[in-house]
C-alpha cells in the first residue's frame, strides 16, 4: 500500500473517532452543568476545553456554554471541531477512496454532505441532544461499514490503528474532565461523587456495559477499573492498547519487517497490565493520563515515521507563538505525528527544542 494511502486511512479514523469524542465530551458539560451535585457547582467548560487539548486563538469566555460549544462543535477555526473533523475526515477519504468500500465512503461523505446543511437552530438546547446523538451514530456507522465491508488487509490494520490511538487519547481526557472537576470542587467529598462517575460512564457510552460488569457498584475505583484497565471494555485504555499492539503486530507480518513503533505499542500495553487502580491514585491520576496521552503521541509518532506518512503543511507564524506545549495541546500533536516524527521537522513547526526532545526522545533514540 502507498504510504499516503496509509496516512489518509489513519487521519480518516482519527478525525471520525475525535468527531464523535468531542460530542461525548459536550454531552459529559450539559450533563454536569444541569446535575445537582456540589462537585459538579461550578461550570465544567474550562475543565472540558482543557481535557481536550484545546487553546482557541481568539479569547473565548470559558463560562458562555453557546460559546463553548460553537467552538467545539461548528468553528472551523478550531482544528479539532466537530466540522472540522468531518470536513476532514471527507478529504482524507477522498484521498483513500480506491481503498475504501463504497459503504465506508457513503457513510463519510453523506456524514459531511449533513453536517455542512446544518441550521444553525440546531446548536440550541432543545436540539442540541439529537444532534451530538447523530455525531456519536456516524462514527459508528463508519466502523460498522468497516468491519464488515473491509478486507483484513494492511488498510483495515492503518484504519484501526487511527481508531484506537484517538480512543486512547479521548478515553485518557475524559476520565481527566471528571479529575479537573473534582479538583476544582470546594468540596472534599468531590472525589467519590457518584454522580460525576456516572457521567463518566454515560459520556462514554458504556454505562449499561458497566452496570452488566460490576452491577450497582459506583465506587470511584471500581469505575476506573473499568475505563482504564478491563479489557473487556471496549473505550478502556487497556483494550486501546491491546488492539494497537495487535494491529501493528498485524502489519509486521504483511511487510515482514519490526520498526520502534511495535515495541512503543508493547510497552505501552505492558505498561496498563501491570497497572493497579491504587498504584495510579497514589502516583496521581492526572499524572499518570498525562504521561499515557505522552506515550500515545509517541506511538502515533513512531507509526508515522515507520510507514512514511506524509508531512503536513508548514505552521503559520502564529500558530507557533501560541501553541503550548504537545502534550496538552491537540494542534500540536496532531503536527507532531504528521511531521514524522522527526525533532528537526517539530523544532520548525511548533515547539521548543527541549520540548521536542522531551517528547520524541524514545523514538530518536530507537533510530
Known sequence: MLSRTADSLFWLARYIERAENTARLIEMGRWMR??????ASASPWPSIMSAAGLAPKEPLTLDDQRAVIFYLL???????SVFSCFEQARANA??????????????????????????????????????LEWIRQRGTLLRGAAD?????????????LGFFVERLDNTARLIDVKAAAASHSASTDAADDPT?????????GVLRAYHAAYKAD??????????????????????????????????SRHYDRREPCHLA???????????????ILEEGLHTFLSELIRRNNVLAISIADAYYFSPPPPAEPSEIQDAPAAVENRQAADNIVKSQGRAEKIVAARLSGAQAMQLVAPVVAAE
Open 74 to 80: 461548528m468553528d472551523p477555526a478550531n482544528s479539532s
Open 148 to 160: 464488515s465491508t473491509a478486507l483484513r488487509n494492511d488498510g483495515y490494520d492503518f484504519l484501526s
Open 94 to 131: 477522498r484521498a483513500a477512496r480506491a481503498a475504501l468500500t463504497v459503504e465506508m465512503w457513503e457513510a463519510v461523505n453523506d456524514a459531511w454532505i449533513e453536517l455542512r446543511a446544518l441550521e444553525p437552530e440546531r446548536l440550541e438546547n432543545g436540539a442540541l441532544s439529537p444532534l
Open 196 to 204: 460525576l462517575w456516572v457521567a463518566t460512564l454515560r459520556a462514554a
Open 265 to 279: 505499542a508493547g510497552e505501552l500495553a505492558d505498561r496498563l497490565k501491570g497497572a493497579s487502580v491504587e498504584a
Open 218 to 251: 459506583y465506587q470511584p475505583e471500581s469505575i476506573l477499573d473499568f475505563l482504564m484497565l478491563n479489557p473487556c471494555c471496549p473505550r478502556s485504555l487497556a483494550h486501546c492498547a491491546d488492539r494497537l499492539n495487535d494491529h501493528l503486530h498485524s502489519l
Open 34 to 39: 444541569t446535575t445537582p451535585s456540589e462537585a
